[in-house]
T-cell receptor
Framework: GNSVTQMEGPVTLSEEAFLTINCTYTATGYPSLFWYVQYPGEGLQLLLKATKADDKGSNKGFEATYRKETTSFHLEKGSVQVSDSAVYFCALSEWSGTYKYIFGTGTRLKVLA | EAQVTQNPRYLITVTGKKLTVTCSQNMNHEYMSWYRQDPGLGLRQIYYSMNVEVTDKGDVPEGYKVSRKEKRNFPLILESPSPNQTSLYFC????????????FGAGTRLSVL
């Protein structure tokens, strides 16, 4: 079945450091891919998405490129801020008679001033 | 304001005492879903609904019931809660289609003693 694997956390970085959070997926067809962010005490909210191969999603300085050849959707940011501290979830959605979202386990990011 | 509203936000109950967590959205979304979030397991889908009177099981439906009598509401029912249902629960909604993002409620933290 479909699945999403993302790197274990927590990830601890200093402010202005470069961030990469790895995400790989397995799917039978052509899924849409998403990154969601969860700030403390809140629900998830969309960070960015990509719906076909080679698409790049971007938002708030974060970027991720849909790589079909490596089945990956890694999240990157050039310079993190303390306010980026949160849990990040990679997810996919695919239609196969019905559609369901599948989430990764989440990666906690802590940015130190 | 577009939103998904869950109630209650926090709930402590005892084993076997039936409870309902309500979920309502004001975006006229067809698709609604319930997830539970547990440490190390990420988000797992409990039930989802493609439209009014159409519901289906997700990955972890045991011990839960849902109903979709109106488009805006999608309550989660625990007929006889058990301690292994202690978790953080999220309701989400979206338009139909795998490319569409999900909008999440703020979450309900449930403790079953």
């Amino acid at each position: 079945g479909n699945s999403v694997t993302q790197m274990e956390g927590p990830v601890t970085l200093s402010e202005e450091a470069f961030l990469t959070i790895n995400c790989t997926y397995t799917a039978t067809g052509y899924p849409s891919l998403f990154w969601y962010v969860q700030y403390p005490g809140e629900g998830l909210q969309l960070l960015l998405k990509a719906t076909k191969a080679d698409d790049k999603g971007s938002n708030k300085g974060f970027e991720a490129t849909y790589r079909k050849e490596t089945t990956s959707f890694h999240l990157e940011k050039g310079s993190v801020q303390v306010s980026d501290s949160a849990v990040y979830f990679c997810a996919l959605s695919e239609w196969s008679g019905t559609y369901k979202y599948i989430f990764g386990t989440g990666t906690r990011l802590k940015v130190l001033a | 304001e577009a939103q998904v509203t869950q109630n209650p936000r926090y709930l402590i109950t005892v084993t076997g005492k039936k409870l309902t967590v309500t979920c309502s959205q004001n975006m006229n979304h067809e698709y609604m879903s319930w997830y539970r979030q547990d440490p190390g397991l990420g988000l797992r889908q409990i039930y989802y609904s493609m439209n009014v009177e159409v519901t289906d099981k997700g990955d972890v439906p045991e011990g839960y019931k849902v109903s979709r009598k109106e488009k805006r509401n999608f309550p989660l029912i625990l007929e006889s809660p058990s301690p292994n249902q202690t978790s953080l629960y999220f309701c989400a909604s979206s338009l139909q289609g795998a490319k569409n993002i999900q909008y999440f409620g703020a979450g309900t933290r449930l403790s079953v003693l």
